[in-house]
């Protein structure tokens, strides 16, 4: 099956701690994602990575660090995870640098619920 | 500062009836989308539309990127179409190979039998 994976589901913690959420992509792309839905729905972007390397860095809080082995894994890791942290993480990736036509294809997100 | 419009927030309709969305942008924009997200469930890509009119299925969009607005109508409604569909824009990433979309937070639409 040819898609975008997301693990965990679903992942509950406590303040300060630190977590990690893989994405695969079996399509073959060359462009991964990394996206923020927060509580009202809103969808930001966070990280995106061409072939390992990173091409864009939103200004995020330094404790996100994405980490790319190769083209089809884009992790993304919290150092000790802040109450606003909670939402759904997606990951997306595509077949291109994002240029025209660039469909992106989503994960099922990961839920992050920081007590 | 929401750089993506969406209007209405929420549509509920009866089965059979249309829908139409709309999308507007604060900044200028060539590259057009719209997604759908049903609850709990993969954010999917609709249709790409820069510009003009496409349409796929029962899914029309139309954009006129001078007026920095984008629409998208769905006809015969059904039951299933239930869920958020999302507007994005890509914006181009100064200085770097890579864009980026920005999405609007969506309207929840809600088909009746």
């Known amino acids: 099956e040819t898609a975008v994976f997301q693990t965990p589901n679903y992942h509950v913690t406590q303040v300060g701690n630190e977590v990690s959420f893989n994405c695969k992509q079996t399509?073959?792309?060359?462009?991964m994602y990394w996206y923020k839905q927060d509580s009202k729905k809103l969808l930001k972007i966070m990280f995106s990575?061409?072939?390992?390397?990173?091409?864009v860095n939103e200004t995020v809080p330094r404790r996100f660090s994405p980490q790319s082995s190769d083209k089809a894994h884009l992790n993304l890791r919290i150092k000790s995870v802040e109450p606003e942290d909670s939402a759904v993480y997606l990951c997306?990736?595509?077949?291109?640098?994002?240029?025209?036509?660039?469909?992106?294809?989503f994960g099922p997100g990961t839920r992050l619920l920081v007590l | 500062e929401q750089q993506v419009q969406q209007s209405p927030a929420s549509l509920v309709l009866q089965e059979a009836e249309n829908a139409e969305l709309q999308c507007s942008f604060s900044?200028?924009?060539?590259?057009v989308q719209w997604f759908y997200q049903r609850p709990g469930g993969r954010l999917v890509s609709l249709l790409y539309?820069?510009?003009g009119t496409k349409q796929s299925g029962r899914l029309t969009s139309t954009t006129v990127i001078k007026e920095r607005r984008s629409s998208l109508h769905i006809s015969s409604s059904q039951i299933t179409d239930s869920g958020t569909y999302l507007c994005?824009?890509?914006?181009?990433?100064?200085?770097?190979?890579?864009?980026?979309?920005?999405f609007g937070i969506g309207t929840l639409l809600s088909v009746k039998p």
């Open positions: 900044i200028f924009t060539n590259q």
């Open positions: 539309n820069p510009s």
């Open positions: 994005a824009m890509e914006r181009s990433n100064y200085g770097s190979s890579g864009n980026k979309l920005i």
């Open positions: 990575y061409n072939n390992k390397q990173l091409i």
């Open positions: 997306a990736s595509s077949p291109r640098t994002g240029g025209p036509q660039d469909t992106q294809y």
């Open positions: 399509l073959g792309h060359d462009t």
